[in-house]
T-cell receptor
Framework: NAGVTQTPKFQVLKTGQSMTLQCAQDMNHNSMYWYRQDPGMGLRLIYYSASEGTTDKGEVPNGYNVSRLNKREFSLRLESAAPSQTSVYFC???????????FGPGTRLTVT | QQQVKQSPQSLIVQKGGIPIINCAYENTAFDYFPWYQQFPGKGPALLIAIRPDVSEKKEGRFTISFNKSAKQFSLHIMDSQPGDSATYFCAASNFNKFYFGSGTKLNVKP
């Protein structure tokens, strides 16, 4: 099992460009999450999907959109990237609500 | 406003020492409190978790102490080893939303 996979690993964008971060899990988990990690801030929840077909805002959703494509895949889209979105993005999944979260390896995004 | 406050920001101990990391929260609706360990370049991994109906939980060398009335919880690492050097995050959850502390960078010297 690969667990949680994320693509790409690194990305550099110019201000105003758009991109989609991909996440997939092979553990048949119901819930999936997107976080951003900034120095001194810990991880902050952007969006989550409690189950296939549902998505909800987290703590810092502005500037992002998500799609739960199917049970395995949960993507995060930046429509118009801003330097404030420079961060490391982590996807996670869990079998159930408040269950153990398994994290992917992260995507390091720089917006210039 | 940070929902979970974590201290200290960094910690240096000698091998065999017992580092203690503290977290505090305000929202009494939180009902699940996990700790995560993160090595450089990797995603966080669950270390140990506790629910508020118990005051202490041990798993191997890792212990969580939970004080519901004070709204505080802490991680103790017994007999710490250089391999424990990592960043540790506490978190608190209400339904599907998780709030993380700012992290503690632990360095265990040989």
């Amino acid at each position: 099992n690969a667990g949680v996979t994320q693509t790409p690993k690194f990305q550099v964008l110019k201000t105003g460009q758009s991109m989609t971060l991909q996440c997939a899990q092979d553990m048949n988990h119901n819930s999936m999450y997107w976080y951003r990690q900034d120095p001194g801030m810990g991880l902050r929840l952007i969006y989550y999907s409690a189950s296939e077909g549902t998505t909800d805002k987290g703590e810092v959703p502005n500037g992002y959109n998500v799609s739960r494509l199917n049970k395995r895949e949960f993507s995060l889209r930046l429509e118009s990237a801003a330097p404030s979105q420079t961060s490391v993005y982590f996807c996670a999944s869990s079998e159930m609500v408040r269950g153990e979260q398994y994290f992917g390896p992260g995507t390091r995004l720089t917006v210039t | 406003q940070q929902q979970v406050k974590q201290s200290p920001q960094s910690l240096i101990v000698q091998k065999g020492g017992i580092p203690i990391i503290n977290c505090a929260y305000e929202n009494t609706a939180f009902d699940y409190f996990p700790w995560y360990q993160q090595f450089p370049g990797k995603g966080p991994a669950l270390l140990i978790a506790i629910r508020p109906d118990v005051s202490e939980k041990k798993e191997g060398r890792f212990t969580i102490s939970f004080n519901k009335s004070a709204k505080q919880f802490s991680l103790h690492i017994m007999d710490s080893q250089p391999g424990d050097s990592a960043t540790y995050f506490c978190a608190a959850s209400n339904f599907n939303k998780f709030y993380f502390g700012s992290g503690t960078k632990l360095n265990v010297k040989p």
